[in-house]
């Protein structure tokens, strides 16, 4: 009960956040987050990685997997899921050149997971 009623009284210090928005950022890397939907249909994952060209187009960002076992997405064996990028945005939250890259999940096998509802209009 204390964490609750501590948590509604907490405050974001905006100096605090404004001097972290308005650090510099390198000029060599560019942090992407790949987002996708997880097993349930209903949450979002993420996962950042750093890459050292500035992105015009999703097309141009590689591929990615990750264990589909803890989001829902794979069983046990052959658990790996593969990111395909499909939608580029500037990222707001960490500004500058980041993006945000919205992703297709396939299985092992490269069908699409249970999640993708794109993937069957093309």
């Known amino acids: 009960m204390a964490e609750t009623s501590s948590m509604s ?3 974001l210090d905006k100096r605090i956040t404004e001097h972290y928005l308005t650090l510099d950022q390198p000029s060599d890397g560019v942090q992407v987050m790949y987002v996708w939907v ?3 249909g209903e949450h979002m994952r993420c996962k950042t ?3 050292d ?3 015009k187009k999703a097309e141009e960002l590689p591929e ?3 264990d589909g076992s803890s989001t829902g997405q794979a069983e ?3 658990s790996d899921v593969y990111l395909y990028p499909v939608a580029l945005f500037n ?3 960490r500004r500058g050149n980041n993006k945000l890259v919205l992703c297709e999940t396939y ?3 490269r069908t699409p997971t249970g999640t993708v509802r794109s993937a069957s209009a093309r």
């Open 49 to 51: 990685r750093t890459v």
């Open 107 to 109: 299985k092992y096998n």
């Open 91 to 93: 990222d707001p939250f």
């Open 76 to 78: 046990g064996s052959n």
């Open 38 to 40: 997880d097993g349930t």
């Open 9 to 11: 009284t907490a405050k």
């Open 53 to 55: 060209f500035i992105p």
């Open 64 to 66: 990615w997997n990750f």
